[in-house]
């Protein structure tokens, strides 16, 4: 499977609209495309899983380590894998010119070429000339230009362009590209899906053949995963539209060693029969009402109580929690596990990786093992002064004070999202 990276030049030049546009002409063309996203990103994934009818591979090597983020990269399938970047190029705790670096993949610069033609050349030249000069591993190969006009401003881009940087097309501007936006970023796919139409139009002036002809195919992953033994156990996942926050690998890894049903707390489904529970991230904040006056999150409360082990993150946290007041003022009743009163803010309140150090033996840790994850939330937490907490945070902020994990009975809520590359579910799992 050969791939090649999208890498902006910046947060918002359009890397989202260009990726889908891309893999739609792949589809178009007769390939068959693999997503992936550089980075811990949940959104973008959505909609790529949308384009593509499959999972859209995260990679991070700050989360799974740099054979974790190859191993993923090779669990996807298809001939043509298309990685969307995050931020710009060289940016972030895990940039795209990280991930780049760690699977060998050729970039592509995305541009925004709105109000700019011989400077998109310039652009990109220096972007090139950076990595020799930070002595990073980065090729790139070529420029996708965003917000391009045809005619003699596509030819302009063309011809500034300097031998060894290809032109691999434009994105018109296109209102019907844009997608909605709300806190922690945009709508998801299933929400707010792209015309398929419009990508089609947009996919029509990216020279996919020459595309495809400058992508490689990265080193396999140099080691084994831990294969861990199989279980009995039966692990629910919530999922919804207030938990849809969960990486592919990790359900993968939880169905490689357990039996996994899933439930939708929104819509009061009962609590399966189980021995154990993962509440993802998400939108809880959106559905306090539902969640509420459902009952799932009553008997999850009443199991949890009797010793059940339940694992929530970020959203997942938010519903284990006493209370959950959203951003309209008005305070919901949530599982009511955890001692804590949860409140929705105006402005994010965490956006970071994160390093934790269990400071006992823990659900997904043991005593002084560190755990690598990513926080972003736009919620605090009003917590009990007794409350026990399974981590130090030695990166990030987590629930209050440096501390994450809060815990009570055999519940773990946290902040942090980890990835199961992480060892923190074969943990969950081992403890069951």
């Not at 589809?27 to 992936?36: E, T």
């Not at 894998?81 to 940016?91: F, P």
């Not at 929400?191 to 139009?201: F, G, N, Q, S």
């Not at 945070?393 to 994450?404: A, S």
């Amino acid at each position: 499977m050969k791939g090649v990276v999208l890498a902006g030049t910046a947060s918002g030049v359009g890397k989202t609209v260009a990726a889908l546009s891309v893999l739609s002409g792949l589809k178009r063309a007769g390939y068959d495309p693999q997503p992936a996203k550089a980075g811990p990103d949940f959104i973008d994934p959505s909609h790529h899983a949308v384009v593509c009818d499959r999972p859209s591979r995260s990679l991070d090597p700050w989360l799974s380590g740099d054979e974790g983020c190859r191993r993923n990269y090779w669990r996807g399938s298809g001939d043509v894998c298309v990685v969307e970047g995050m931020m710009g190029l060289y940016d972030g705790t895990t940039s795209t010119a990280a991930v780049a670096e760690t699977l060998g993949l050729p970039v592509v610069l995305v541009v925004d070429a709105k109000a700019g033609m011989e400077s998109v050349a310039a652009t990109a030249l220096g972007f090139e000339a950076y990595a020799d000069e930070a002595d990073r591993d980065i090729d790139v190969v070529g420029v996708l230009a965003q917000r391009a006009h045809g005619g003699r401003h596509a030819d302009g881009i063309r011809e500034a362009l300097p031998e060894g940087l290809a032109y691999l097309g434009r994105i018109p501007p296109l209102s019907e590209l844009s997608i909605p936006e709300r806190h922690l970023g945009l709508h998801m796919g299933a929400e707010a899906p792209v015309d398929t139409d419009t990508l089609r139009e947009a996919s029509e002036h990216v020279d996919i053949e020459r595309l495809v002809g400058v992508a490689r195919e990265p080193p396999r992953p140099g080691g084994t995963r831990p294969s861990g033994s199989g279980t009995d156990a039966t692990v629910a996942v919530a999922d919804d539209g207030a938990f849809c926050f969960k990486y592919p690998a990790t359900v993968e890894r939880l169905r490689e060693r357990a039996s996994v049903v899933t439930f939708s707390p929104v819509a009061g489904d009962p609590l399966p029969a189980c021995d154990g529970v993962y509440l993802p991230g998400g939108y809880p904040e959106l559905h306090g009402g539902a969640l509420a006056a459902g009952g799932t999150l009553g008997e999850l409360g009443e199991r949890a109580a009797d010793g059940l082990a339940v694992l929530g993150e970020c959203g997942g946290l938010m519903a284990l929690a006493e209370t959950l007041t959203d951003t309209d003022g008005r305070t919901h009743r949530m599982a009511g596990v955890l001692p804590a009163d949860v409140q929705m803010c105006d402005r994010y309140q965490a956006l970071d990786h994160v390093e934790l150090r269990a400071r006992n033996d823990a659900l997904t840790a043991d005593t002084g093992t560190t755990v690598r994850g990513h926080e972003f939330h736009y919620s605090e937490a009003d917590v009990a002064p007794d409350a026990t907490f399974a981590f130090d945070v030695e990166r990030g902020d987590g629930i209050v004070d440096k501390k994450d994990g809060l815990t009570e009975h055999r519940t773990l809520g946290t902040y942090a999202h980890v990835h199961a590359d992480s060892g923190a579910f074969d943990r969950f799992l081992d403890r069951l």
